[in-house]
């Protein structure tokens, strides 16, 4: 007789809003070290004598982090603890972004970009674990206020880090600022390590993100995992380089780091907007291709507008590319469970799809820096991208079933 493993066992109310509140702020913490650096660039280049190439490596290299890392960080909690390793992450995460105070030290700002990295790869890919280990009859819904969190976390560092550095005189000061996000964040985990169940919940969480984050085997010569993987790495790129060079792109223009600033707000603005009006209205389809086609298409729209005529009209372009990004990057995720035939497979399929497009993605920034450098614009990069844009969404209606292989 075959045998069914028991289903995870629901935490009692006050314990579940306690982990519920805990992976709120930690969601906060995982994209203000990118998002902030951005509207500050322009300066930074100035003050440290660097190049655009090399700017973008402040990009580049904790993206790298998040695809060598997302691999590792199970076996971390698989050694140390989930919720350790979580505490440790975060606390790394902070520690590292408050070091940034020394941002005008070149060694100090790029190993420094390398430490937050390394925190944020670990952090966010044990999180989602947590949420399958913890919340297993409404993942959804907290899956949704995970996502909403990171955005809104970006949101901030995104609209107010060029404010504060006017404020204070200061862009190493505007960075580091974003690190009094953690402690909060590292608290409310230690909080959730010592509640009773803790050890019985944690081993459990351990064993289900042993198998979604490092899988036995990647399925390396699957046309569908290829295609899937290219999807995200496509997605992947177009974002890291947009929250890296939106704001550049129109101070190179005249605009003031404070207003350019405000131009990558609305794109983050407009993709939590995306991603909360897309995704349910996509679902109630069987065919969700369209939607993500259609989603593509406004981020390519967005992107050519960004490109060719960014000064027509500024707030439509980042509200084309922010929608469309808010709703293809859910409608992906959920291809990764669409094409696969069971649990472990849809493992395996996100494992390959997140580690090669991260990969892929940490070039796009430091790319991008350097056909500036060569022709002295940021507009042949936002065109190429477009050009991305516009592949993917022609290649989405060969994303079927029936071609699977």
């Known amino acids: 007789m075959a045998t069914t493993r028991p289903a995870p066992a629901r935490p009692p109310a006050r314990s579940a809003a306690l982990v519920l509140g805990a992976l709120v702020l930690a969601a906060l913490n995982l994209r203000p070290a990118l998002a902030s650096v951005g509207p500050l660039l322009a300066s930074i280049r100035h003050d440290l004598g660097l190049s655009s190439a090399q700017a973008g490596l402040l990009s580049t290299?904790?993206?790298?982090?998040?695809?060598?890392?997302?691999?590792?960080?199970?076996r971390l909690g698989v050694r140390f603890g989930l919720e350790r390793t979580i505490v440790a992450?975060?606390?790394?995460?902070?520690?590292?972004?408050?070091?940034?105070?020394?941002?005008?030290?070149?060694?100090?700002?790029?190993?420094d970009t390398v430490l937050?990295?390394?925190?944020?790869?670990?952090?966010?890919?044990?999180?989602?674990?947590?949420?399958?280990?913890?919340?297993?009859?409404?993942?959804?819904?907290?899956?949704?206020?995970?996502?909403?969190?990171?955005?809104?976390g970006a949101l901030m560092a995104a609209s107010l880090s060029a404010p504060v550095a006017d404020a204070l005189g200061s862009w190493p000061g505007a960075l580091a600022l974003w690190g009094l996000l953690a402690p909060?964040?590292?608290?409310?985990?230690?909080?959730?390590?010592?509640?009773?169940?803790?050890?019985?919940?944690?081993?459990e969480a351990v064993a289900t993100v042993a198998v979604v984050v490092v899988p036995a085997r990647l399925p390396w010569r699957s046309r569908t995992a290829w295609r899937l993987t290219l999807m995200m790495a496509g997605a992947s790129v177009i974002f890291i380089v947009t929250l890296t060079w939106l704001a550049p792109r129109y101070q190179d223009l005249g605009w003031s780091s404070g207003r350019a600033g405000l131009v990558l707000t609305a794109f983050t603005a407009m993709q939590i907007l995306g991603g909360l009006i897309v995704p349910p209205l996509a679902y109630r389809t069987r065919d969700r291709r369209a939607w993500l086609g259609g989603s593509l298409a406004a981020v390519a729209a967005g992107l050519?507008?960004?490109?060719?005529?960014?000064?027509a009209a500024p707030w439509l372009w980042a509200a084309c590319v922010g929608i469309g990004m808010g709703g293809a990057f859910p409608l992906l995720l959920t291809l990764f469970v669409d094409f696969a035939a069971t649990p472990e497979e849809s493992s395996k399929l996100t494992a390959m799809g997140f580690f090669v497009g991260y990969l892929v993605a940490s070039g796009?920034?430091?790319?991008?820096?350097?056909?500036?450098?060569?022709?002295?614009?940021?507009?042949?990069?936002?065109?190429?991208?477009?050009?991305?844009?516009?592949?993917?969404?022609?290649?989405?209606?060969?994303?079927?079933?029936?071609?699977?292989?």
């Open 304 to 311: 050519l507008g960004v490109g060719l005529a960014p000064l």
């Open 364 to 405: 796009g920034p430091t790319a991008a820096g350097a056909i500036r450098d060569v022709s002295g614009s940021l507009g042949i990069p936002f065109v190429l991208l477009a050009a991305i844009g516009i592949a993917m969404a022609a290649a989405t209606p060969r994303l079927r079933k029936d071609v699977a292989g």
């Open 61 to 74: 290299i904790p993206t790298l982090c998040f695809g060598v890392f997302a691999l590792i960080a199970a």
């Open 184 to 203: 909060a964040a590292v608290l409310a985990w230690l909080l959730v390590a010592r509640r009773p169940g803790a050890r019985a919940a944690d081993a």
């Open 116 to 152: 937050l990295g390394v925190g944020i790869a670990v952090a966010q890919a044990l999180l989602p674990a947590v949420v399958k280990q913890r919340f297993p009859d409404t993942a959804v819904l907290v899956t949704g206020a995970y996502a909403l969190s990171i955005n809104a």
């Open 89 to 111: 992450a975060l606390a790394l995460t902070g520690v590292a972004t408050a070091l940034r105070i020394a941002g005008q030290d070149v060694l100090v700002l790029f190993a």
